[in-house]
């Protein structure tokens, strides 16, 4: 052995991994990595996908060799959101990974840099504010907390890698914004490598020194979690809206928070309503349809064929669905299915939403 040369470690720097943890895998069998190598995350390990905790175990393993920053998405598990209307994804994953599991993975969080200066490379998750020292970088630009209306990270204005006096001495490598290609700027200067995985596009690697691309397909996981989810959460949610302040008044009378929350709702919920309007057969179901008048199932039914006026389906239940208030009754019946609904999501069975609610409502008749 030549103990005098110099050791030329080689790095597989990994776009947003979000749960495609079967593609991780494939992505590292198509590359070799040696002892000495490093496999380095850009962050948003976890959500979407359906394998968020074994990445992150699989990274927590090995934290010399295996590194990654904090993204945005590690960020907001720390923060705990619990409602965050705008985005289902953290709570699919909470759903579906053991709470055991789950305070190992706030564990790992916790450790993870807001970016890596690595001889090779500067990693960062979602962008630098270009001629900022790394050291005065806000930390939300480099996490991409709250981007989506900032200026240079919003995809309406010119992208903070586009700025011509970005000059960076060596490559800075992100992820967190999504393109259908890597982007790759200043003569290889600059790279995204956010192409999509778990929701359809790819997952995509850059390996360091001899930057060459390697990427692999992903489904599109979220799309099918949230069309198992979205009917689930919004039974829990229903008893714990503001019925009282909402029933009786017009939207435009809404307190602002009750209107804020909608506003988000309609975004997140627009694959949710496709969900509930392709599986009206179970909602009908589980809010006990059988036992209702005419009047109330013809109400019912307007309301699940019609579009919404606020377009959420928050607004859909608390508008039509109950016409003249809530159904005490009918809501707790929805409420009693829910036990039945999270023990199989706990234990990551597929969800038969018409044979429980079928079940739940026929002991229940
Ligand atoms: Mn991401």
Redesign the pocket.
Known sequence: MCHTAPVMRRLLVVG?I?GCFHELEALRRLVELGPADLLVSVG?LVDRGPASFEVVRYFAADPVHRLAVL?N?EEKHLRGDRHELDDPSGRITRTITRPRDYETMLEYFRTLPLYLDLPEALVVHAGLLPNVPLAEQPPKVLTGRGSQGRPGFDGATPWWFDDPTLQPAKPVIF??SVFSEVVRRAEGRVWGL?TGAAVGGRLSGLLLPELSLVSVPTPDYYRELLRHFAPVFLLRDLPHLPWRRVLGMRPEDWPDEVARRLVHARHAWRDALAALAADVGSLRALLGWEQQGPDTREAWARALRSRPELGSPYSTVLLHAFPGGPDPAVVAKAWSCLAELEKAVAYRHQLDLAAIAGAVGGSAA
């Open positions: 947003d979000h948003d993204g998405h992820g967190h956010d």
